[in-house]
C-alpha cells in the first residue's frame, strides 16, 4: 500500500535516520558527525539527539552521543516475534556444538546483513556479534550469499549504495570484482571469504530456503585464519552446513 507524503511523519522518519547513524564502528557521534551520516542538517540532527537523550535512548557527555541499551527495545521486540529465529536457534545451536566454531543466521537489510540468530563458541570478532549486530553485505560471506540470490540489476544498486569500504587488504571494492565474486557464490551454492572483514577471519556461507525454494537467510561458520585454510574450510565445514540447510528447507516458509 502507498503512502501519500501527507501521511507520513517527516520528525519519526528523521529520528529513525539519526538513529541508524550509530553502528559497531560508529558508536559515538558529534551532532556534526550524524548530521553528516543522515543526511540531515545539524540543526534537526541536533533536536533528534537531544529528544532521544531525554527519553533515554542515548547519553550526551557534552560532545559525543552514544545510544544506550533501552534503543534494543526497538529492535529485540521484532526479532522476538519473527518466526525464523525460533526455528534456526536449536539447529545452529547443535551445529556449533558438533563442529566446534561458532556459527551465525542473517537476512539482508538494503546494504547490511542483520544477524537474527548466533550460536557463539568463541569470540572470532574483534566487535562483540548477537542477534541485531549488522555488517556490511558486501565483504561478508552471507552477503554474498544473499546478494546473489538478488537479480542481477539489484545486486548492482547495492553495491553502488553501499559504502565500499576497504576494511583490508584483502577486502575486494571494485563493484564489477564483487559482482563476479556474487556470481560465483551463486553458482557453487556458497560463499567464501579470506580475510575482507578482519585479518583473521574467514568464514563460509550457504543460503537457507524456503519450502518454495526462495533464499531467505545465510547461513555461516566463522572462525581464525590460523584454524583452517581456505581449502579445510570446504572440507571441514561445508558438509555440516549444507545438511542444516537441507533439514531447514523443509522447515522455512
Given at each position: 500500500m502507498a503512502v501519500s507524503e501527507r501521511d507520513m511523519m517527516g520528525g519519526l522518519a528523521k529520528g529513525l535516520r539519526?538513529?541508524?547513524a550509530f553502528?559497531?564502528?560508529r558508536p559515538r557521534l558529534s551532532i556534526s558527525d550524524a548530521a553528516e551520516i543522515a543526511g540531515l542538517d545539524r540543526a534537526t540532527t541536533r533536536r533528534c539527539l537531544l529528544t532521544l537523550s531525554e527519553l533515554g535512548y542515548a547519553a550526551y557527555d557534552g560532545k559525543f552521543f552514544t545510544v544506550t541499551p533501552k534503543v534494543l527495545r526497538l529492535g529485540t521486540g521484532c526479532l522476538a516475534t519473527m518466526p525464523l529465529p525460533k526455528i534456526v536457534q536449536p539447529l545452529?545451536?547443535?551445529?556449533?556444538?558438533v563442529i566446534g566454531q561458532s556459527t551465525s543466521v542473517s537476512i539482508l537489510d538494503e546494504t547490511e546483513i542483520v544477524y537474527v540468530a548466533r550460536a557463539a563458541q568463541q569470540r572470532v570478532m574483534s566487535i562483540a556479534l548477537m542477534p541485531g549486530s549488522r555488517l556490511p553485505a558486501y565483504c561478508t560471506s552471507m552477503g554474498r550469499v544473499l546478494l546473489s540470490a538478488q537479480p542481477p540489476e539489484r545486486q548492482r544498486d547495492i553495491?553502488?549504495?553501499s559504502r565500499l569500504v576497504t576494511r583490508t587488504e584483502k577486502t575486494?571494492?571494485?563493484i564489477q570484482a564483487l559482482l563476479t565474486e556474487i556470481e560465483v557464490t551463486g553458482h557453487r551454492?556458497?560463499?567464501l571469504i579470506d580475510q575482507e572483514v578482519?585479518?583473521?577471519?574467514?568464514?563460509?556461507a550457504v543460503p537457507l530456503k524456503s519450502v518454495r525454494g526462495q533464499t531467505v537467510a545465510a547461513l555461516n561458520v566463522g572462525l581464525a585464519a590460523s584454524v583452517a585454510s581456505m581449502e579445510d574450510l570446504v572440507e571441514r565445514y561445508l558438509p555440516a552446513l549444507l545438511s542444516v540447510q537441507r533439514e531447514l528447507a523443509r522447515m522455512l516458509v
Open positions: 539519526v538513529i541508524e553502528s559497531s564502528e545452529i545451536d547443535h551445529l556449533s556444538e553495491l553502488e549504495a575486494i571494492t571494485d551454492g556458497y560463499a578482519e585479518i583473521g577471519l574467514r568464514s563460509i
